[in-house]
């Protein structure tokens, strides 16, 4: 463990020397939450950069309209290094204290050019209820902002590869569904998956919790792939061995920038069969449009709470991006087991360069809104 933690650990160790940071507790296991990532958040999960603090930071904060600071992008993290990442390359900050945030994560920050990073905490629970306060705060008007969820997560061998980076159009809730003890299911079923209100594993439910499947728009997921889909990734030795053990591609090549969809679920799962049932049950509820990628738990709440804000126009939906970076795979390779694959994700060496590949995949979208704001005002550009 410790050859595979020291050097990432070292440098994000060496990243807090010229900050305040207040330290608080280890969260709970995540999707792709290494024994490194662990100790970063330990680290980062309170820090609050100690530079361009305004006078009225903890006070509201307005714009002279009433309506609050405006936002241009508003980059949402889910813990402390997905968001440090950014605070490390982007700044000067000044941190706004939003009544509501987790208590780790009580500020957002934002920079000159009026780029934030807000961090909401894990879990389904975590990421609704942050983003309610957010968007429901007087502290900043986001009418027009546009929103990049960026965090890390599992990732499926036939689609990614450890440091893949993926713009999703399709965000997919795992959680809702029934569920039978696999050992108890009928022989016929693939597994002990099936729709609320269906009859088999293959039906298509009715999607009576209106929370199941979200559609992002398709412009602004294909202008955020165009814009990034050439960059250089970030990569290391660790995952580099962890991919050649895969004998298929994309498992063993090395990480990009891809296009497809995410599936929210607060289980930490590990296997191929419930790998399969992702599969399945993302072309399910698409319509077969969809092509699952990246396993995470927050991505379905966060655009729910975001959907809430948009029906009385606070927020504008058609703003709404997701990356997610491949931090481990979600299944084992051939002659590994499902457990082994589960219980040492981290030795897979993918979580420095997923969380290092948010900024390279993600920053390219940033920058082309903030530099370039009188063509994204009003919307996505249509060439």
């Not at 965000?171 to 039978?180: A, K, N, P, R, S």
Request: net charge neutral; hydrophobic share 40%.
């Amino acid at each position: 463990m410790k050859s595979i933690v020291r050097s990432p650990l070292g440098l994000l160790l060496r990243s807090t020397r010229s900050r305040t940071c207040i330290v608080t507790h280890i969260p709970s296991r995540i999707p792709a939450l290494s024994f490194m990532a662990a100790m970063a958040t330990l680290l980062f999960s309170a820090c609050e950069p100690t530079f361009a603090q305004g006078p009225d930071s903890s006070q509201r904060s307005a714009n002279g309209n009433g309506r609050g600071q405006p936002v241009k992008v508003m980059i949402i993290s889910m813990f402390g290094p997905e968001a440090q990442v950014w605070l490390n390359k982007l700044g000067p900050w000044k941190a706004i204290r939003v009544a509501g945030l987790s208590p780790d994560y009580p500020v957002v920050n934002c920079n000159r050019q009026e780029v934030c990073v807000m961090t909401t905490g894990m879990g389904h629970a975590n990421a609704a209820a942050s983003l309610m306060a957010l968007t429901f705060s007087d502290r900043f008007d986001l009418r027009r902002t546009y929103f990049m969820i960026a965090g890390i997560a599992g990732i499926d061998p036939m689609q990614g590869t450890l440091g893949s980076a993926a713009w999703a159009k399709y965000l997919v809730d795992f959680g809702i569904q029934w569920e039978l003890d696999a050992r108890e299911k009928p022989d016929s079923w693939p597994s002990g998956y099936l729709g609320i209100n269906t009859k088999s594993p293959a039906d298509k439910p009715p999607l009576d919790y209106k929370t199941e499947v979200f559609r992002l728009n398709p412009d602004l997921a294909d202008a955020a792939y165009a814009l990034s889909k050439n960059v250089v990734m970030s990569d290391n030795p660790e995952a580099q061995a962890a991919r050649a053990r895969f004998s298929y591609a994309p498992a063993n090549q090395p990480p990009k920038v891809i296009q497809c969809d995410t599936l929210a679920s607060d289980t930490w799962w590990s296997g191929k069969v419930i790998g399969e049932r992702a599969r399945d049950w993302t072309k399910l509820v698409t319509g077969g449009q969809g092509v699952y990628c990246t396993t995470q738990q927050e991505d379905n709440a966060t655009y729910e709470a975001l959907s809430r804000a948009a029906s009385v126009h606070r927020v504008d939906l058609k703003r709404v991006a997701a990356l997610r970076s491949g931090s481990d795979f979600d299944r084992p390779h051939d002659g590994q087991s499902a457990s082994d694959n589960l219980l040492n994700y981290a030795a897979q060496g993918g979580f420095a360069p997923a969380i290092d590949n948010l900024y390279r995949a993600g920053n390219p979208l940033v920058q082309e809104i903030a530099t370039h704001w009188a063509e994204w005002r009003d919307g996505v550009p249509q060439h």
